[in-house]
């Protein structure tokens, strides 16, 4: 593959569409000339995201429930049977429980762990028959893949968890040629997390003071990252997980 950051002819599949960061990605991709599959459970929002992106031709919606049994396969075969193939993987959807050790249900452990961990897992292997060299995995990891947060026990593991899928999944792919890395955004504000983080909370407040950017980010500021792991200009990245949080996690 060239060593160009367009993505002209690659088509690519991005969970989590519907919102925040996926939203984000889907745009960025789409307006560097991939075609997309667009998944994410809300229909209407799925829509508006197509919109969105300038481009709807190049779009097909999917809404599904990426944990249910048969979901990932029947996104796969969505994407070859509208594109023909299918070359990048960008694994954003997710969720976050805010839930201290004391009052933490297994519900909400095996809930996290079912769609941070688990769906990209089976999706990726429902993928891999489509995947051939060239081919680009990226997952959303999360600066609490590599360091704690009190209050989010589930969350940190599902996310540490997330980096270990991409260093090995990169060691078992490489020799086919398909690269696999991460992308660990630190703040950024989305509905994962407006209600905290939204207006000028005491926790906003304590978040800005802690980031040497001095401010939350915004999904655009996650996106290009994405798309360069996705493009041939990554050509030689294999396993790595890039950080992108204001230099939080740089103290
Ligand atoms: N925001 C941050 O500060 C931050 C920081 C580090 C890492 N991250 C990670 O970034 C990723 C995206 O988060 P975000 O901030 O963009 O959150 P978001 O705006 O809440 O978006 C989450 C997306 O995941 C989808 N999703 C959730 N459960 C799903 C399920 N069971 N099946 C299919 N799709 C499902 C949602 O679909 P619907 O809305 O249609 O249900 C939505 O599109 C997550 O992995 C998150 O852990 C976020």
Redesign the pocket.
């Known amino acids: 593959m060239a060593r160009s950051d367009a993505l002209d002819g690659r088509v690519a599949v991005v969970?989590?569409?519907?919102?925040?960061?996926?939203?984000?990605c889907a745009r960025e991709l789409v307006g560097r000339g991939a075609a997309a599959l667009l998944?994410?459970?809300?229909p209407a929002?799925?829509a508006a995201c197509i919109e969105q992106t300038g481009h709807p031709g190049r779009c097909e919606p999917l809404?599904?429930?990426?944990?249910?049994d048969g979901?990932p396969e029947a996104v796969v075969a969505r994407c070859v049977e509208r594109f023909g193939r299918l070359d990048v993987l960008v694994?954003?959807?997710?969720?976050?429980a805010n839930e201290p050790v004391e009052r933490a249900t297994l519900e909400t452990f095996d809930r996290q762990f079912?769609?941070?961990v688990r769906?990209p897992y089976a999706l990726t292997c429902a993928a891999l028959p489509h995947l051939g060299p060239g081919a680009s995995i990226v997952f959303?990891?999360?600066?609490?893949g590599s360091v704690g947060l009190a209050g989010a026990t589930a969350?940190c593991a599902?996310?540490g968890a997330?980096e270990q899928l991409t260093r090995t999944l990169a060691l078992e792919l490489a020799p086919r040629g398909v690269r696999v890395n991460a992308v660990?955004?630190?703040?950024?504000?989305?509905?994962?997390?407006e209600a905290t983080?939204g207006g000028p909370t005491e926790a906003r407040r304590a978040v800005e003071a802690s980031t040497p950017a001095a401010r939350?980010?915004d999904?655009g500021e996650?996106a290009p990252a994405v798309a360069y792991l996705a493009s041939g200009a990554a050509s030689f990245v294999h396993g790595a997980t890039l950080v992108i949080d204001g230099g939080w996690a740089a103290q």
């Open positions: 969970t989590g569409a519907s919102s925040g960061i996926g939203a984000a998944t994410g459970r809300d929002r799925l809404a599904a429930d990426l944990t249910a979901a694994h954003s959807a997710g969720i976050y079912a769609i941070n769906a959303i990891s999360s600066v609490f969350y599902t996310k997330v660990a955004p630190g703040f950024i504000l989305t509905a994962l997390n983080l939350i980010g999904p996650i």
